[in-house]
């Protein structure tokens, strides 16, 4: 019986390793999927999806997702106030002007901090949709998104999007965020 020790030892062993290489998410993979369910939630497909239903599937999407007292800074929109629900209407009220909408929000480079507890995900986001009359909108941004790690889930704190490319010459715009420990 004991010869047989060191070998169930290895196997268990093997079981551990495998078991963290491909069943446990690392804290980039689980903001990733965090950014994944933030496009799909602003996502716009079904042209026969009400206004009220609309803004009841993504309240509940983005209760997961932000933060209660969520920020967010767009040059354009000005002052916005904090919180879930402004940014509820924002979004439901920019959906409605369109047929389909789609965000690819892929490539985002995320940023840990050391304590692992706060993170930044920064890079160019692409926003296109299909007008009701058929016209086809785009628009491509820098956005940073800084999330914290609340309750054991990453959710979304802060969102600074830049300016629109016409408007990059002009001295307005958003700051990029910055880590806790950055600052």
Same mark, same amino acid.
Request: aromatic share 2%; no cysteine; proline share 4%.
């Given at each position: 019986m004991r010869r047989w020790l060191p070998y169930l030892g290895i196997a268990l062993g093997i079981a551990l390793v495998a078991y963290a290489l491909f069943f446990v998410r690392s804290d980039e993979e689980r903001i990733r999927e965090r950014l994944t369910e933030l496009a799909s939630s602003v996502e716009v497909k079904d042209r026969r999806e009400t206004p009220m239903i609309r803004a009841a599937r993504v309240r509940k999407s983005f209760a997961t997702l932000f933060s209660k007292e969520v920020r967010l800074a767009v040059p354009e929109l000005g002052t916005v106030d904090r919180g879930r629900e402004p940014l509820v209407d924002l979004t439901v009220s920019a959906q409605s002007e369109f047929a389909s909408v789609a965000l690819d929000l892929d490539g985002l480079s995320i940023r840990l901090d050391e304590s692992k507890e706060h993170g930044l %995900?920064?890079? =160019?986001?692409? &926003?296109?949709?299909?007008?009701? $009359?058929? =016209?086809?909108?785009? $628009? =491509?941004? =820098?956005?940073?998104?800084? &999330?914290?790690?609340?309750?054991?889930?990453?959710?979304?704190? $802060?969102?600074?999007?830049? #300016? #629109? %490319?016409? %408007? %990059?010459?002009?001295?307005?715009?958003?700051a990029p965020l910055k880590l806790p420990a950055d600052e």
């Open positions: %995900a920064v890079g =160019t986001a692409k &926003l296109s949709g299909t007008r009701e $009359d058929g =016209t086809l909108s785009r $628009d =491509t941004r =820098t956005v940073s998104l800084r &999330l914290d790690r609340q309750e054991d889930e990453w959710r979304i704190v $802060d969102v600074s999007v830049s #300016p #629109p %490319a016409d %408007a %990059a010459e002009s001295k307005e715009g958003v």
